[in-house]
Antibody, heavy 125, light 107 residues
């Protein structure tokens, strides 16, 4: 059974940093493409970033609102996904989910098969 | 960026009745459309992909249809566990984008 457990969320002030972790089990993490998706409470979902498996190049992409401030990374030896969040803004307040990521032939983007329970991040002065 | 518009925002349905949820894309996304179910306090769950393929474990009372810009999620006879928020997501174009959701509530 796929399990994704996020941690590291909390309350921070604008301009501060936070690192989220996502511990994976139940599947071959090193072969998986992974993503972070966030959700403002009571609102919709927004893709934050994606990282490919090492076999696919290991490269990452980030959404425009977080580019240059957030960095997604992975440690396959620990089956763990990370999201380093710097220069946090109030608009980054959300629940952050990690998710296994699937790319479909013919599509430019991806869908999300399995999700963790999320970790809340609040940015407030 | 493709904008996904879902309607209605809220759907009030009695148990046992059917429900039809709509999702419209601002430009064609072919059949690269997914639906997710989210219950309060839980993570989203992939329900439908490829516009009409049910994910593992999704009951047959759920069906998806459409292509291009117009999509529908139909629930044939609502059970208590089906009351939730449903999001559509296009993954045809970069970046993938989600609709704002339709809340299916008990009438």
């Amino acid at each position: 059974e796929v399990q994704l457990v996020e941690s590291g969320g909390g309350l921070v002030k604008p301009g501060e940093s936070l690192r989220l972790s996502c511990a994976a089990s139940g599947f071959t993490f090193s072969s998986a493409w992974m993503s972070w998706v966030r959700q403002v409470p009571g609102k919709g979902l927004e893709w934050v970033g994606r990282i490919k498996s090492k076999a696919s190049g290991g490269t990452s992409d980030h959404a425009a609102p977080v580019k240059g401030r957030f960095t997604i990374s992975r440690d396959d030896s620990k089956d763990t996904l990370y999201l380093q969040m710097n220069s946090l803004k109030t608009e980054d307040t959300a629940i952050y989910y990690c998710a296994t990521t699937r790319v479909v032939s013919g599509a430019m983007s991806m869908l999300y098969d399995d999700w963790g329970q999320g970790t809340p991040v609040t940015v407030s002065s | 960026e493709i904008v996904m518009t879902q309607s209605p925002a809220t759907l009030s349905v009695s148990p046992g009745e059917g429900a039809t949820l709509s999702c419209r894309a601002s430009q064609s996304v072919s059949s690269n459309l997914a639906w997710y179910q989210q219950k309060p306090g839980q993570a989203p769950r992939l329900f439908i992909y490829g516009a009409s393929t049910r994910a593992t474990g999704v009951p047959a009372r759920f069906s998806g249809s459409g292509s291009g810009t117009e999509f529908t999620l139909t629930i044939s006879s609502l059970q208590s566990e089906d009351f939730a928020v449903y999001y559509c997501q296009q993954y045809n174009n970069w970046p993938g984008t989600f609709g704002q959701g339709t809340k299916v509530e008990i009438k």
